[in-house]
């Protein structure tokens, strides 16, 4: 019977016969034994070769594989103190599938060579983990979203406008005209909440972030919900409910995961809504009361978001923040002159931001006010500001950073680990 080593933990199956096929993850020969661990997706096990209780082809191959050479191998699993997990494989069998070469990788290797031959280091138990927890975070991110009745749609990735600025994009060739690699597909989700009223989008958004920080990728996952007839309030109640949501189902579904990422479970069944939420000026203060440098109207840094959350346990909203500083789309409060109805959400740990949100201007004088005091071109925004001119609506919105979420719940030290190929000022390869 072919099964999954995790299987064979999970399922007791002590003195029963099994075959599991993976990759050999660590080898050892002693006399007439050979020791090997084999991994699969779901896990390892050590599989011992006695060579009188095996054929002469499996002894011989049983010897003369390569760590992550592939092989199938059957045998009876008996209980072992000493093996991972308890028990081990008394093989019978053992058929190497595809031997190759000597593998490249070892123990105490540098983060540059790793990153180097990061196509073979995914393998690594700890990638391995990490990808696996990413995928559940999106999976639940998408039936979060679906559960709330949104609709997914694809923005356009190669665009003409220039949404967070000109400083950071990536420009290509487009037929012989500028075109430049999105930023962010926030624009275009604003298109489509004139008919489906609730959607998201979740692409790749590209920044060239010429810092070199422990939280920037040129290339990174976006998740961007815009709804229709939402205020500031209901915005940031939905992602609230959102991060509470995923962290609650990685909690109860994938305990051990997080553990072995990391992640004390504990602290982040601690992540339930309602978040804190903390007036811009009122955090600029509590910055500088705990020991931080900050003047009033700049924005916050990465020593200044750890500053801030320091003695929180779930992630803190920081609200209307002063116009000057945030994109041209986000509308003032009438309450508040000068300050901007939005939010960024910053995780606790060091971590800092996850989430960047806001209302969306949707009169057109407003707008048109806005793009000129941002010394902005019309032109470059013919389009949306179109959308401000037929049947406009009072609207809101945010942009999560996959990657961003996954670092956070993973508790992982650099943003370039929750992404299989990361892209960074100094790499796009392999
Ligand atoms: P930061 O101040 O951290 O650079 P930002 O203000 O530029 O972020 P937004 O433009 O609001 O961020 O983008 C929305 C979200 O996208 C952020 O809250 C963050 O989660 C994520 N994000 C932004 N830039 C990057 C990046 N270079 N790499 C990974 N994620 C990013
Ligand atoms: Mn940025």
Known sequence: MIVHISEIFSKKMENKEVTVRGWIYRHRTSGNMVFAVLRDGSGIIQAT???????????????????????????????????????????????????????????????EFLLDVRHLWLRSQKLTKIFEGRSHIVNYLREFFSKEEFYELPPPILTKSACEGGSTLFELDYFG???????????????????????????????????????????????????????????????????????????KNHPELLKEVGREPGELAKVKAPFKRIDYEKAVDMVNELGGKMKHGEDFGADEEAVLTKDFEKPVFVHHFPKEIKAFYMPEDPKKPGYVLCDDLLAPQGHGEIIGGSERIWKLDELMQRIEENNLNPKDYQWYIDLRKYGSVPHSGFGLGIERLVKYFLNLDHIRDTIPFPRTITRCYP
């Open 49 to 111: 070769v006695k060579k009188d209780k095996v054929d002469e082809k499996s002894w011989n191959e049983s010897n003369e594989v390569y760590v992550e050479s592939s092989a199938i191998i059957s045998g009876k699993v008996v209980k072992d103190e000493r093996a991972p997990g308890g028990y081990e494989l008394k093989v019978s069998k053992f058929e190497t599938v595809y031997k190759g070469e000597p593998f490249p990788i070892s123990k105490d290797l540098s983060d």
């Open 177 to 251: 005209d500028k075109a430049y690699l999105s930023q962010s597909g926030q624009l275009y989700a604003e298109a489509y909440i004139y008919s489906l009223e609730k959607v998201y989008v979740l692409a790749p958004s590209f920044r060239a972030e010429k810092s070199r920080t422990i939280r920037h990728l040129a290339e990174y996952w976006h998740l961007e919900p815009e709804m229709a007839w939402y205020d500031h309030k209901m915005n940031m109640e939905l992602q609230e409910k959102m991060v509470e949501y995923v962290a609650q189902k990685m909690v």
